[in-house]
C-alpha cells in the first residue's frame, strides 16, 4: 500500500462546476497535510494546508480532512480553465520529518 | 514567492561524469530539501538538512551526495551520473520540518 495515493485521473469537470479531489494516507499519525498545484513544467505550488479534522476554506479552495478515516480532500469551487493542472496531496507522517507526496490527480476543466 | 534559485535550470551531461546542482535561499528557513520528480512516480526526497552540516537521507538517496555549509545553500552531487539520474530536479524550503515546503523553478537534468 502506498502511503498517500490518489487517483490519477484526468478527472474532467465543466466550467463553473465543483471539482472534488481525494486523497487517502495510511500513516494514522500523520499531522499535517497539504495540496499543492502544479501546472505542467512547472515546480508545485502549495495552495492549501490543514491540521485539524474539519474543513478550512480558502477562497475557492476548501480542504476537508477526516482522520479517523484517514481521508483529505480538495473541493475547487466555481471551477475554471486556468484551474487545470495536477493536484498532489501531501502528508507529513507520525515522525514529523518528511513530507510524502501522493503522484497526483491531473484536473481538466473544459469551457 | 519565496527566495528559492536553482542552477542550472537545465543541464544536458554524459555517464560517468560529475553533476553537482544548486540551491539557493533567501528566507533563512532552517530545512531545505532535494527532490526528484519522474512520471508515474510523483515526487520523491532524495536528501534533506535541517541545519548547517545536518543532513540526512530520504527515499532515493543512493548515487547522491549533498552539502550544506551555509544556512542559504544546499548542493546536491551526483558523483557519477547515470542515465537512471535523468529527471527533474526540485530544491524546497521551509522553516521547520512540519511546516508548508516552497519549491524552487527545477532543474531539468539529462544524462545521456
Known amino acids: 500500500q502506498k502511503e498517500v495515493e490518489q487517483n490519477s485521473g484526468p478527472l474532467s469537470v465543466p466550467e463553473g462546476a465543483i471539482a472534488s479531489l481525494n486523497c487517502t494516507y495510511s500513516?494514522?499519525?500523520?499531522?499535517?497535510f497539504f495540496w499543492y498545484r502544479q501546472y505542467s513544467g512547472k515546480s508545485p505550488e502549495l495552495i492549501m494546508f490543514?491540521?485539524?479534522?474539519g474543513d478550512k476554506e480558502d477562497g475557492r479552495f476548501t480542504a476537508q480532512l477526516n482522520k479517523a478515516s484517514q481521508y483529505v480532500s480538495l473541493l475547487i469551487r466555481d471551477s475554471q480553465p486556468s484551474d487545470s493542472a495536477t493536484y498532489l496531496c501531501a502528508v507529513i507522517g507520525y515522525l514529523r520529518d518528511k513530507l510524502i507526496f501522493g503522484t497526483g490527480t491531473r484536473l481538466q476543466v473544459f469551457p | 514567492d519565496a527566495g528559492i534559485t536553482q542552477s542550472p535550470r537545465h543541464k544536458v551531461t554524459e555517464t560517468g561524469t560529475p553533476v553537482t546542482l544548486r540551491c539557493h535561499q533567501t528566507?533563512?528557513?532552517?530545512?531545505m530539501y532535494w527532490y526528484r520528480q519522474d512520471p508515474g512516480h510523483g515526487l520523491r526526497l532524495i536528501h534533506y538538512?535541517?541545519?548547517?552540516?545536518?543532513?540526512d537521507k530520504g527515499e532515493v538517496s543512493d548515487g547522491y551526495s549533498v552539502s550544506r555549509s551555509k544556512t542559504e545553500d544546499f548542493l546536491l552531487t551526483l558523483e557519477s551520473a547515470t542515465s537512471s539520474q535523468t529527471s527533474v530536479y526540485f530544491c524546497?524550503?521551509?522553516?521547520?520540518?512540519?511546516?508548508?515546503?516552497?519549491f524552487g523553478d527545477g532543474t531539468r537534468l539529462s544524462i545521456l
Open positions: 538538512s535541517y541545519g548547517v552540516k545536518d543532513t
Open positions: 490543514i491540521y485539524s479534522n
Open positions: 524546497a524550503i521551509s522553516e521547520s520540518g512540519d511546516q508548508p515546503q516552497h
Open positions: 528566507e533563512n528557513h532552517r530545512y
Open positions: 500513516d494514522r499519525g500523520s499531522q499535517s
